[in-house]
């Protein structure tokens, strides 16, 4: 196992990375704020982990209220919250009764969202389930539903006790939700990171082979690099926008195409590479680098340009983007291979590049 530390001082947590951790009691126990637990996750993670993670806490003598969800993108809405608050009122759960997030990425947002409202806040733990969630959506507190006019439109930062990222639950993850994951490791790498970048160049096959060194060891570095990220700007007041690259674009995508049909990392890997195109219009990287960043995303198993919306539906979905500033959308983009910037961009450069590397939907 390994351990990182996300440091916000009073609220810092530790991220806890190896195989088989659902199973370890002793690195729940400290965190629990009494012998109550409601576990949030879906149909689909509840019959492979519920029960292992039951019996951990069982062994505490941790009384447990499963909520079981409906799986998908679809119901991180405001009436699968109120469906939450909903069976925690019923069941009288108190301000010192942890919600347990057992599941992906959405799972992880409605369950710190729910956890950061109900009662003004009570604590809750991360056990994030994809790849996606162990190197992005569980550290750093960023919790949410979508809107039906955009997505992420309403949540909170609440930071978790702890993130227990067991790797053994890859072994069921689907080859899809593997890529997806991938696209936000090579998105670090793109942002700040370029021996990583390098790294994945060299190592894509591995990981799609789901080489347990590999998957530890990339895991591992994505989480150092943001947990970094978020210890330097818990709340985007500046250096955490970086790690929306490709998200101005990609929620776009994603609510464009209907939630779930493109999955976030696929949407996130098309606007990376409008992001790219976007960049190299403006003159700040080459062509070639597009290249290597369209190429990386091909090897990882990620579409290498975004459905055509047409320029107008993008400009319309990306006006609601929590970066806009004085009516005006501002970008994520590349200096370089391992250097981001916030910046706007001038009109033409930007239709070029939404009519670019698109494909029919
Ligand atoms: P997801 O939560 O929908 O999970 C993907 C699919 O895998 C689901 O069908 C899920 O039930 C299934 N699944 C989960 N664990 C499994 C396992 N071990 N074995 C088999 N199937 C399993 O999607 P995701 O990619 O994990 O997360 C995407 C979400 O995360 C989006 O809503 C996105 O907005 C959000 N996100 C949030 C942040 C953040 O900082 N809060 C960052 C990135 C993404
Ligand atoms: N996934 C973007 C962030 O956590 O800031």
Redesign the pocket.
């Known amino acids: 196992m390994q351990t990182l530390n996300v440091d916000l001082g009073e609220r810092s947590y530790p991220i806890h990375i190896g195989a088989k951790l659902l199973d370890q009691a002793a690195l729940l126990e400290p965190h629990l704020a009494q012998k109550r637990v409601a576990i949030i996750t879906n149909t689909t993670v509840a019959p492979l982990y519920l029960d292992q993670l039951s019996d951990t806490l069982t062994r505490l003598s941790v009384d447990i209220l499963p909520i079981v969800l409906p799986d998908g993108e679809a119901y991180k809405n405001g009436e699968t919250l109120n469906s939450i608050y909903d069976t925690l009122l019923k069941h009288r759960c108190e301000r010192k009764t942890t919600l347990i997030a057992l599941g992906g990425g959405v799972i992880g947002d409605l369950t710190g969202y729910a956890a950061a409202s109900y009662l003004r806040g009570v604590p809750f733990i991360q056990a994030p389930t994809t790849l996606l969630a162990q190197v ?2 569980s ?4 919790t949410g539903i979508n809107h039906p006019l955009g997505k992420n439109m309403i949540g909170a930062f609440y930071q978790p006790r702890v993130v227990l990222a067991d790797t053994a639950t890859l072994d069921t993850l689907p080859d899809r939700e593997l890529s997806a994951g991938l696209a ?1 490791i090579i998105k670090y790498g793109l942002i700040r990171d370029l021996p990583f970048f390098e790294w994945l160049e060299s190592n894509m096959g591995k990981l799609r082979a789901r080489n347990k060194e590999a998957l530890a060891y990339a895991i591992h570095r994505s989480c150092q690099n ?1 947990a970094a ?2 210890a330097a700007d818990e709340r ?1 007041g500046g250096v ?2 970086l ?2 690259l490709g ?1 101005t674009f990609g929620h776009a995508i994603e609510a464009g195409m209907g939630y779930g049909n493109w999955l976030h990392g696929e949407a996130v890997a098309g606007g990376t590479v409008l992001a790219a195109d976007l960049s190299c219009r403006m003159g700040w990287i080459s062509e070639h680098d597009v290249d290597r960043v369209r190429a990386l995303f091909r090897l990882a198993g990620l579409p290498d340009n975004a459905p055509d919306l047409g320029v107008e539906a993008y400009l319309d979905y990306m006006g609601l983007d929590k970066k806009v500033e004085e009516g005006k959308i501002r970008f994520v983009l590349l200096k370089s291979i391992g250097e981001a910037v916030v910046s706007g961009a001038p009109t033409g450069p930007l239709a070029a590049a939404l009519s670019g590397f698109v494909q029919t939907p």
């Open positions: 992005d959506s550290v750093g507190g960023k936000e943001k990220v978020v985007e955490r926008a790690l929306n998200h």
